[in-house]
């Protein structure tokens, strides 16, 4: 199985999606947040969104979406997790394997050579420097960036040999991630999307499920074990 998933997973945990009506991307410029270009021009301004978002996430809790999953992946040991998000939720509820495209906002890397470093406790949150002289930036894939290769094609090599994947809270609409659910459909896999609204994969789901993941999962969860044993 693979949990292929987006900001709608986390939403039940009281942090933003990006392109609902309230979500981040209709209060504020993506390209001044979430692109290199915008980080040249206003380091702080980004600096201090990250360090805003890490809080809310670091006080967030994993919500019964992400707590079936970790039921899921005991009961069928091979399933993976492939996320969108970068709040780290996956993993604190217990998800193995989580593969993070888009890199996740607990983490920071130099600009120049890459490397990852700590967070400045007497810093956290403005601008700080690794020893090669680089400045730190978020370790998150933004705007005009491409993902990791090696998470890319390990993603790509598990939508192509699953045989159910379940594609929960994304909007389908940021490429190459939206292509995993396509391609899973296209090699065989039964697909069944989790969310209130329809996108653009919609129409060619196997079966859409509109309601939020939080109470979907743990009830299908329940039905799988009921099948089972
Ligand atoms: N349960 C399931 N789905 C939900 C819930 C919920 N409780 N609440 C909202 N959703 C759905 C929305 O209907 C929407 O389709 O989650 C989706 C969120 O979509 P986006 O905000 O576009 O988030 P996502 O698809 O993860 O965005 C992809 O875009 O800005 C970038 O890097 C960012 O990783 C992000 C990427």
């Known amino acids: 199985m693979v949990f292929f998933t ?12 990006f392109r609902d009506p309230d979500g981040y991307w209709s209060k504020y410029d993506p ?12 380091p702080e301004l980004v600096l201090r969104w990250y360090a805003a978002r890490r809080q809310l996430a670091g ?7 992400h707590l079936a999953i970790t039921q899921f992946q005991k009961l069928f040991p091979h399933s993976v ?7 780290g939720l996956h993993a604190r509820a217990g998800n193995e394997p989580v593969w993070e495209l888009h890199g996740n906002i607990h983490r920071q890397k130099c600009l120049k050579c890459a490397e990852e470093v700590a967070f400045n406790p007497d810093n956290p949150d403005g601008i700080n420097y ?3 002289g680089g400045m730190l930036r978020p370790d998150v894939v933004w ?3 491409s993902l990791s290769i090696s998470i890319l094609n390990q993603a790509f090599d598990a939508v192509k040999s699953c045989s159910l994947l379940f594609t929960i809270g994304t909007s389908t609409q940021v490429y190459p991630a939206a292509q995993l659910p396509f391609e899973a459909l296209n090699q065989g896999a039964f697909v069944i999307e989790v969310n209130p609204e329809p996108t653009p994969f919609s ?3 196997d079966l859409s499920l509109r309601d939020p993941v939080g109470k979907v999962l743990p009830n299908l969860y329940e039905e799988f074990y009921a099948a089972l044993f």
Not at 6 to 15: F, H, K, L, M, T
Not at 31 to 42: H, I, R, T, V, Y
């Open 81 to 87: 997790v492939i996320t969108q998000n970068v709040d």
């Open 130 to 132: 690794c020893a090669c």
């Open 6 to 17: 987006g900001a709608g997973i986390s939403a039940e945990s009281g942090i933003s999606t």
């Open 31 to 42: 390209m001044k947040l979430a692109s290199p270009e915008g980080f040249k021009e206003d």
């Open 203 to 205: 129409a060619k789901a």
């Open 143 to 145: 705007f005009g960036e």
């Open 59 to 65: 006080k967030a809790q994993p919500n019964p979406g």
